[in-house]
């Protein structure tokens, strides 16, 4: 008797149980899916390859890092030899590297596609200086001349290659020398060399130095328009009369320049958090007017050689996430983690406890009415047997009588457990008063 109602009590308890733990199970299975789309958190530490020191690319990294750590984040600077030198980091994993600029025009989504771009930051016209007491009008006029043409890695070297052979020249017929911008500029202001190649920024230290000196002559590029025609990255720029120094008049015509667009690359599993970061440190860097761009003109969403991100093209079109605008960066991370994580456990647990209540009832009418069956199983086999009663069939009477009397559920459910008593006893009654009569 005791074994038959702890085994009642245990089965009582059994089905709230269940329903606990499928919605437990449910609700661990979809954390995990979540965690495992979100990812983990975003890194503290962030890598980035700059350039050669002074050049454009460092000191508007310097900028970025200064505005990273308001927000908490470490931004370390790898100097490199430029553009090139920084791709080649991106596609390597083992470097470390995450987010660099580049130049245009020197890579595809072919040849790095574990990279993409949070859009284009500011151009980088390419200028060639030369010594003034030397007379070069053109490319072809450099022919023997000892020209620094940037370092092997920048952007400098490749750009200028490609203009060298569009002009049916290469680097075996200059006297090439591999220097950096800062170099270059000494060297030509000096008298070392007769004329340099540089890829940068006009507000860049170097450039307004060279184009302010009366030492040194710009040489434009009457056939700008064509080289644009011939290069889709490349954008016809105008440098005007007299913008390096009004007073000397230098340069002492318009200028017509051609430049590539740097872009702000980075590997495609760094965290959308920190895209966010880094978009909106461009947006501060960049985004005011200058000579070459009018306000607001930059960053830009232009895949110039690299797809935009998906956090970039977001970020273009309604800015910023919503918790990041209004709330400290760590904060609106975590806070925007807990919410995903909270989507799928109030998306399952909510409709599971709304309904447990009536599955629960269920579960209880079920276990009454399991006994109502088999009491209708005596009955019609008491009338298949003409009301002839075996003691097989009073034992299953017996034993069902024992079942409903040891049946443990809430009191909200007794009175149906009490019917289901009354019905047997009535069962009980239509035997005795059959034996009676056949006795």
Same mark, same amino acid.
């Given at each position: 008797?005791?074994?038959?109602?702890?085994?009642?009590?245990?089965?009582?308890g059994h089905?709230?149980?269940?329903?606990y733990?499928?919605?437990?199970?449910?609700?661990?299975a979809?954390?995990v899916a979540?965690?495992?789309?979100?990812g983990?958190?975003?890194?503290k530490?962030?890598?980035m390859?700059?350039?050669?020191p002074?050049s454009d690319?460092?000191?508007?990294?310097q900028?970025?890092?200064?505005?990273l750590k308001?927000s908490?984040?470490?931004?370390r600077?790898?100097?490199?030899?430029?553009?090139?030198?920084?791709?080649?980091?991106?596609?390597?994993?083992?470097?470390?590297?995450m987010?660099a600029f580049a130049q245009?025009?020197?890579t595809s989504?072919?040849?790095?596609?574990g990279?993409e771009?949070?859009?284009?930051?500011?151009?980088?016209?390419?200028?060639f200086?030369v010594?003034?007491d030397?007379?070069?009008?053109?490319l072809?006029?450099?022919?023997?001349?000892?020209v620094?043409?940037?370092p092997? +890695?920048s %952007?400098?070297?490749?750009?200028?290659?490609? *203009?060298? $052979?569009?002009?049916?020249l #290469?680097?075996?017929q200059?006297? !090439?020398?591999?220097l950096?911008?800062?170099?270059?500029?000494?060297a030509?202001?000096?008298?070392e060399?007769?004329?340099?190649?540089?890829?940068?920024?006009?507000?860049?230290?170097?450039?307004?130095?060279?184009?302010?000196s009366s030492?040194?002559?710009l040489?434009?590029l009457?056939r700008a328009?064509?080289?644009v025609?011939?290069?889709s990255?490349?954008?016809k720029?105008?440098?005007?009369?007299?913008?390096?120094?009004?007073a000397?008049?230098?340069?002492p015509?318009?200028?017509?320049?051609?430049?590539?667009?740097?872009s702000?690359i980075?590997?495609?599993?760094?965290h959308p958090?920190i895209?966010?970061l880094?978009?909106?440190?461009?947006?501060?860097t960049?985004? +005011?007017? %200058?000579?070459?761009?009018?306000?607001?003109? *930059?960053? $830009?969403?232009e895949?110039v #050689?690299?797809?935009?991100s998906? !956090?970039?093209?977001?970020?273009y079109?309604?800015?910023?996430p919503f918790?990041q605008r209004?709330?400290?960066?760590?904060?609106?991370?975590l806070a925007?983690e807990l919410l995903?994580?909270?989507i799928?456990v109030?998306?399952i647990?909510?409709?599971?406890?709304r309904?447990?209540?009536?599955?629960y009832g269920?579960?209880?009418?079920?276990?009454?009415?399991?006994?109502y069956r088999q009491?209708?199983?005596?009955?019609?086999?008491l009338?298949?047997?003409?009301?002839?009663?075996?003691?097989?069939?009073?034992?299953?009477?017996?034993?069902?009588?024992?079942?409903a009397?040891?049946?443990?559920?809430?009191?909200v459910y007794?009175?149906l457990?009490?019917?289901?008593?009354?019905?047997?006893?009535l069962?009980r009654?239509?035997?005795?008063?059959t034996k009676?009569?056949?006795?």
């Amino acid at each position: 008797m005791k074994r038959a109602a702890s085994s009642n009590k245990a089965l009582s308890g059994h089905p709230a149980l269940w329903l606990y733990g499928v919605a437990g199970t449910l609700i661990l299975a979809a954390l995990v899916a979540t965690i495992a789309w979100v990812g983990p958190l975003p890194p503290k530490v962030v890598l980035m390859s700059t350039g050669t020191p002074g050049s454009d690319f460092d000191q508007y990294a310097q900028q970025y890092r200064a505005i990273l750590k308001r927000s908490g984040v470490e931004l370390r600077l790898l100097p490199s030899s430029g553009s090139a030198d920084n791709l080649a980091r991106l596609n390597d994993p083992r470097s470390g590297v995450m987010v660099a600029f580049a130049q245009g025009g020197l890579t595809s989504a072919v040849h790095s596609p574990g990279l993409e771009s949070l859009g284009t930051v500011f151009f980088e016209p390419l200028w060639f200086f030369v010594r003034r007491d030397i007379q070069a009008n053109r490319l072809d006029d450099l022919r023997g001349k000892k020209v620094a043409i940037g370092p092997e +890695g920048s %952007g400098t070297r490749v750009l200028v290659r490609q *203009f060298l $052979a569009l002009n049916g020249l #290469d680097e075996s017929q200059l006297r !090439a020398l591999a220097l950096t911008d800062a170099q270059a500029a000494e060297a030509l202001l000096h008298g070392e060399i007769d004329a340099a190649a540089v890829v940068a920024a006009w507000d860049t230290s170097v450039v307004r130095r060279l184009l302010g000196s009366s030492d040194v002559t710009l040489v434009g590029l009457p056939r700008a328009d064509a080289y644009v025609a011939l290069h889709s990255y490349l954008t016809k720029l105008v440098l005007p009369m007299g913008v390096g120094d009004l007073a000397a008049n230098l340069p002492p015509t318009d200028v017509n320049l051609v430049a590539p667009e740097a872009s702000l690359i980075v590997r495609n599993d760094l965290h959308p958090a920190i895209q966010y970061l880094l978009l909106e440190a461009a947006t501060e860097t960049h985004s +005011g007017g %200058g000579l070459f761009r009018k306000p607001g003109e *930059f960053p $830009a969403p232009e895949p110039v #050689d690299l797809p935009i991100s998906k !956090a970039a093209r977001q970020f273009y079109k309604s800015g910023p996430p919503f918790l990041q605008r209004y709330m400290p960066f760590g904060l609106a991370v975590l806070a925007s983690e807990l919410l995903v994580f909270l989507i799928p456990v109030f998306g399952i647990a909510y409709p599971l406890l709304r309904a447990a209540p009536a599955l629960y009832g269920w579960s209880m009418q079920r276990r009454i009415f399991r006994l109502y069956r088999q009491l209708k199983f005596i009955e019609v086999e008491l009338e298949a047997h003409g009301g002839a009663v075996t003691g097989e069939l009073l034992a299953r009477l017996q034993g069902l009588e024992e079942r409903a009397d040891h049946v443990r559920v809430p009191s909200v459910y007794a009175p149906l457990v009490y019917h289901l008593r009354t019905h047997i006893s009535l069962v009980r009654a239509r035997i005795e008063q059959t034996k009676a009569s056949g006795d």
